[in-house]
């Protein structure tokens, strides 16, 4: 590796890198985000009026409420996708010299590489909480009709449930995004590690998304019930009562006493076809765009 290729990019590289990274994931995998939401908001063990699997969801949205439901609320996301993804990968660059610093280590090591994914994923969790909860409440069935769009969505928020509603689930987005980076960034510093040296650029591209999708899917087993109970918070409408649960440790053991551990993993099929393949694709496209930069920007 060249020294020009080893010298960091300045921050605005990076965040223009994991930006275009981050928009170009979410074009692809929205829908499956969707039919995750669907899925993890079905309270109780079955119905019959709930989401058999990922299929019925997709063919049930389209039949009952028309192909564009799939692409429902992606505004909030698209527009703190940017931000979200570029402090992601920018994070995980400032952290690592930071604890290398720290521990006194001249390179990345294993925990470093954990601690320094958790450290981006609380860091990222700050900036999307609200977007999420604007996101969750235009994907949710029984809000169907209910909002016009982002904007009336956020005013009647605002209107109906106060300024604090915003803030609604950020504990638990903070949960899943440590144990999403954590995982996501700890492991594709193993796997690369594994995985046969790549003699070309096409190799490399290969193992970047091999080691992606991996670490995508395993952040994705651990962060999914922190998910669950971060979706049903913010989908809470205090019109229907006092919630059950705020925060995510008492919001888990409730939803496992009351509908079985296997509740905690509601929507994790969607979850995992966005999020692993997704990884792949988020890691592939913030290698190439880095790379594009050092050679040709810098």
Same mark, same amino acid.
Not at 48 to 56: G, L, P
Not at 59 to 70: F, N
């Given at each position: 590796?060249?020294?020009?290729?080893?010298?960091? %990019?300045?921050?605005?590289?990076?965040?223009?890198?994991?930006?275009?990274a981050g928009v170009s994931e979410i074009l692809c995998m929205y829908p499956l985000d969707v039919a995750k939401?669907?899925?993890?908001?079905?309270?109780?063990?079955?119905?019959?009026?709930?989401?058999?699997?990922?299929?019925?969801?997709?063919?049930?949205?389209?039949?009952?409420?028309?192909?564009?439901?799939?692409?429902?609320? @992606?505004? *909030?996301?698209?527009? =703190?996708?940017?931000?979200?993804?570029?402090?992601?990968?920018?994070?995980?660059?400032?952290?690592?010299?930071?604890?290398?610093?720290?521990?006194?280590?001249?390179? @990345?090591?294993?925990?470093?590489?954990?601690?320094?994914?958790?450290?981006?994923?609380?860091?990222?969790?700050?900036? =999307?909480?609200? *977007?999420?909860?604007?996101?969750?409440?235009?994907?949710?069935?029984?809000?169907?009709?209910?909002?016009?769009?982002?904007?009336?969505?956020?005013?009647?928020?605002?209107?109906?449930?106060? %300024?604090?509603?915003?803030?609604n689930g950020l504990e638990a987005t903070v949960w899943r995004h440590a144990l999403w980076n954590g995982g996501?960034?700890?492991? @594709?510093?193993?796997?690369?590690?594994?995985?046969?040296?790549?003699?070309?650029?096409?190799?490399?591209?290969? =193992?970047?998304?091999?080691?992606?999708?991996?670490?995508?899917?395993?952040?994705?087993?651990?962060?999914?019930?922190?998910?669950?109970?971060?979706?049903?918070?913010?989908?809470?409408?205090?019109?229907?009562?006092? *919630?059950?649960?705020?925060?995510?440790?008492?919001?888990?053991?409730? @939803?496992?006493?009351?509908?079985?551990?296997?509740?905690?993993?509601?929507?994790?099929?969607?979850?995992? %076809?966005?999020?692993? *393949?997704?990884?792949?694709? %988020?890691? =592939?496209?913030?290698?190439?765009?880095?790379?594009?930069?050092?050679?040709?920007?810098?």
């Amino acid at each position: 590796m060249s020294a020009n290729a080893e010298k960091p %990019l300045p921050f605005l590289f990076q965040f223009t890198a994991g930006a275009i990274a981050g928009v170009s994931e979410i074009l692809c995998m929205y829908p499956l985000d969707v039919a995750k939401t669907r899925l993890m908001l079905q309270v109780g063990k079955g119905g019959s009026d709930q989401y058999k699997s990922i299929v019925d969801v997709f063919s049930r949205i389209i039949k009952e409420e028309g192909a564009s439901r799939l692409y429902r609320g @992606i505004l *909030p996301p698209i527009m =703190v996708e940017a931000p979200k993804r570029a402090i992601k990968f920018a994070s995980n660059d400032t952290y690592g010299p930071m604890f290398q610093r720290l521990f006194n280590s001249d390179k @990345i090591t294993q925990p470093i590489a954990i601690m320094t994914g958790v450290s981006a994923g609380i860091t990222e969790a700050v900036i =999307v909480a609200t *977007p999420e909860l604007v996101k969750i409440r235009l994907q949710a069935k029984e809000n169907a009709g209910k909002y016009l769009g982002t904007m009336d969505c956020v005013r009647k928020i605002y209107a109906e449930e106060g %300024l604090r509603a915003f803030a609604n689930g950020l504990e638990a987005t903070v949960w899943r995004h440590a144990l999403w980076n954590g995982g996501y960034f700890g492991s @594709i510093f193993a796997i690369r590690g594994m995985l046969p040296k790549a003699q070309t650029k096409k190799g490399e591209l290969a =193992v970047n998304f091999a080691a992606g999708a991996i670490g995508g899917t395993i952040g994705t087993t651990l962060n999914t019930p922190s998910d669950v109970v971060k979706t049903r918070i913010q989908n809470h409408n205090p019109a229907n009562g006092p *919630p059950k649960y705020t925060t995510f440790l008492p919001g888990a053991r409730a @939803i496992a006493r009351e509908e079985g551990f296997r509740a905690l993993y509601k929507g994790y099929v969607p979850k995992v %076809l966005r999020l692993g *393949p997704g990884g792949g694709i %988020l890691l =592939v496209v913030y290698e190439y765009v880095t790379t594009y930069m050092r050679n040709h920007m810098m």
